[in-house]
């Protein structure tokens, strides 16, 4: 049965057009049958209107709390009846109800190869830590911001000539592989979480995740 995805979006939504694409070419394994965005001028939802991909916004700050979105937001995913939920560039912290309730069916891609630089600016705290490398990772979302068990990571040598913006440019790159990568292994059946890490066609994956080599 070909799974059915909900993508939250904040943005510009380039992760969300290549899982559009790869579904188009049907190498998903499966259907974006909804996008929801907290912001209405996110262009994330043209790429989903393009697509024919129903959408809607919902705007956190016609909400008392953060709780009290995150139930309409529940009620809003709940509609669509999904298999998975993937986080693509929602610029948001979600409760711990909210996480609970799509447990081990949540994705998030995170700009840095985790556990390194959780959080925002990724890209010139690594220049500033003068890293050698950086890169991205794909995870499972838990209550721990952005320390969700890591599915797969992909690396790019930091360039003596670099600055945030190539940076971001190569990993934005990277993004757009792996993150279609683990949604089709999800999709198809290879791909699950369990008390013992990460397993992919029942093999426990390392804590840092598959590795994509370039």
Known sequence: MTQRIVVLISGSGSNLQTLIDHSQKGDLHGNIVGVISNKADAFGLVRAQNASIPSLVL???????????????????????PDLVV????????????????????????????PRYKGLNTHQRALDAGDAEHGCSVHFVTEELDGGPIIIQAKTPILME???????????????????????????????????????????????????KA
């Open 162 to 212: 670099d600055d945030s913006a190539s940076l971001q440019a190569r990993v934005h790159t990277l993004e757009h592989k792996i993150y279609p990568l683990a949604v089709s292994w999800f999709c198809s059946g290879r791909l699950r979480v369990t008390d013992d890490g990460v397993m992919l066609d029942d093999n426990c994956l390392p804590s840092s995740g598959f590795e994509l």
């Open 59 to 81: 705007d956190h700050k016609t909400f008392a709390s953060r709780e009290d979105f995150d139930l309409a937001l529940i009620e809003h995913i709940d509609s669509f009846k």
């Open 87 to 114: 986080l693509a560039g929602f610029m948001r912290i979600l409760s711990a109800e909210f996480v609970r309730r799509y447990q081990g069916h949540l994705m998030n891609i995170h700009p840095s190869l985790l």
